[in-house]
């Protein structure tokens, strides 16, 4: 995701620092669980926020729905008595699975500008719009790549966009999870039940096995403290019946301290 959003937004991946999930909504397993529209509120450790949303139909009022959510999220932590210089900036990426009207662009990012001079208003509304319906398989950028990725349901074609990113294939692993059929899936669980079961067991054997050694340590230090009781009790002359019951050892225990 950090990755991503880096390519989107050109923000640095030391940026996304102690990002926060704002929302804990439980996103599906597997492609049949799948909702129809994705959202995640990122919030970076400098209090910018990014709305993230994955949208498969697009409707004309899905702009001005865009601008209200940034817009929310812009004000959603002011309250009375703080300064405006005080407001953060937030980052709407619109991902897009029908096409964008407004733009020819795979990418486009809008600001609040000056028509003619283009000059910046204030940097702290942007949005972005990505679709996905004009992407070209040749010669795509790292962004696209990442794009075509999300788009596709291809096996061979996430692999071979995987190929030399580290990241993208950590990513496809998950993919090739998400996309298994029942009977994959089954495997899967199974495989997935029994590694847990496994080191659940490898877990519960050396916390006994802790336990145990803890407890025997234990009584071996009594015994070691009984036995000094028992020393120091002879050097003052204590019947061997009394050092036997104060100590808590047996007669040949105390005689073989003579």
């Known amino acids: 995701m950090i990755e991503f959003l880096s390519l989107v937004t050109d923000l640095r991946k030391t940026d996304f620092d102690d990002v926060r999930i704002e929302n804990s909504e439980q996103l599906p397993r597997f492609y049949n669980d799948k909702i129809g529209r994705?959202?995640?509120?990122?919030?970076?450790?400098?209090?910018?926020k990014i709305d993230v949303e994955m949208q498969n139909t697009y409707f004309d009022?899905?702009?001005?729905?865009?601008?209200?959510?940034?817009?929310?999220?812009?004000?959603?932590h002011?309250?009375?008595?703080?300064?405006?210089?005080?407001?953060?900036?937030?980052?709407?990426?619109?991902v897009l699975n029908s096409p964008f009207k407004l733009s020819r662009k795979v990418h486009s990012m809008y600001q609040i500008r000056e028509s003619e001079e283009q000059t910046l208003l204030d940097e702290l509304l942007e949005i972005h719009f990505l679709d996905l319906t004009k992407l070209n398989k040749n010669n795509l950028t790292s962004l696209e790549k990442w794009l075509m990725f999300i788009k596709t349901d291809d096996k061979e074609v996430r692999q071979m966009l995987a190929q030399g990113n580290p990241v993208m294939t950590k990513a496809n692993r998950v993919m090739d999870i998400f996309?298994?059929?029942?009977?994959?899936?089954?495997?899967?669980?199974?495989?997935?039940?029994?590694?847990?079961?496994?080191?659940?067991?490898?877990?519960?054997?050396?916390?006994k096995g802790l336990e145990r050694g803890r407890a025997e340590g234990e009584a071996h230090g009594a015994h070691q403290k009984a036995l000094e009781t028992a020393k120091t009790m002879l050097t003052m002359g204590y019947p061997l019946s009394d050092i036997c019951k104060i100590a808590g050892l047996s007669l040949a225990e105390v005689e073989s301290l003579n």
């Open 78 to 94: 002011f309250i009375s008595g703080f300064q405006y210089s005080n407001l953060k900036k937030c980052i709407a990426i619109n």
């Open 179 to 207: 996309y298994l059929d029942e009977q994959e899936r089954k495997r899967y669980e199974a495989a997935w039940e029994y590694e847990s079961d496994r080191l659940s067991m490898i877990s519960e054997s050396e916390r």
């Open 61 to 76: 009022y899905y702009p001005k729905r865009s601008i209200f959510y940034c817009s929310k999220l812009i004000h959603e």
């Open 38 to 48: 994705l959202d995640i509120k990122i919030r970076l450790h400098d209090g910018r």
